[in-house]
């Protein structure tokens, strides 16, 4: 065959596909059962359990998005809180290491400007008991801050599981 020749028959057979279309209204196989759509009309009883299931799934797609919301909320304000509570103790750990560092420096200005051994030996203790009573409370009050950090940000995760628990026992 040539091109022309091929270009005719594409061209013949889809005019013929198109007639065969527009007589039949679009259907490319109007009379053949196997693809014919059968009329039947939907039981009353399956178009009720059907909304019903519509009805529960739009219920609880309502919830799981509740609980999602409460969740990315109980997140925020957990992330939140831990971010704070880190600030303050690395602040109070800056400020302990200043008064250390401070106290340190005094002690070697005053322990170089000693006359004698027993002066010396004098500022040595003071410093070390000095020292001592510092890191104490310094440790005392980290703890403090450690313990109320770790209390404030699970008291909302505390609280969630409470409720979650009690919406249970309640359902």
């Not at 005094?106 to 004098?122: G, P, V, Y």
Request: charged share 30%; net charge negative; proline share 2%.
């Amino acid at each position: 065959m040539t091109d022309t020749s091929t270009t005719q028959a594409k061209t013949s057979a889809k005019t013929a596909r198109a007639k065969m279309k527009s007589a039949t209204g679009g259907a490319a196989f109007p009379d053949f059962e196997a693809f014919a759509v059968p009329n039947m009309e939907v039981p009353a009883a399956f178009r009720e359990v059907t909304e019903k299931s519509i009805e529960n799934a739009r219920d609880t797609y309502a919830k799981v998005k509740s609980a999602a919301e409460d969740a990315t909320d109980l997140m925020e304000d957990t992330f939140e809180t831990s971010r704070q509570g880190a600030v303050e103790f690395n602040h109070k750990a800056v400020d302990a290491f200043r008064a250390n560092a401070d106290a340190t420096f005094s002690f070697i200005k005053d322990i170089m400007s000693a006359k004698t051994l027993s002066e010396a030996i004098e500022l040595q203790s003071t410093f070390a008991r000095k020292q001592f009573d510092a890191l104490s409370t310094q440790t005392r009050e980290m703890q403090e801050l450690a313990t109320k950090l770790g209390t404030d940000v699970s008291a909302p995760v505390k609280e969630a599981m409470e409720k979650s628990f009690k919406d249970l026992k309640v359902n």
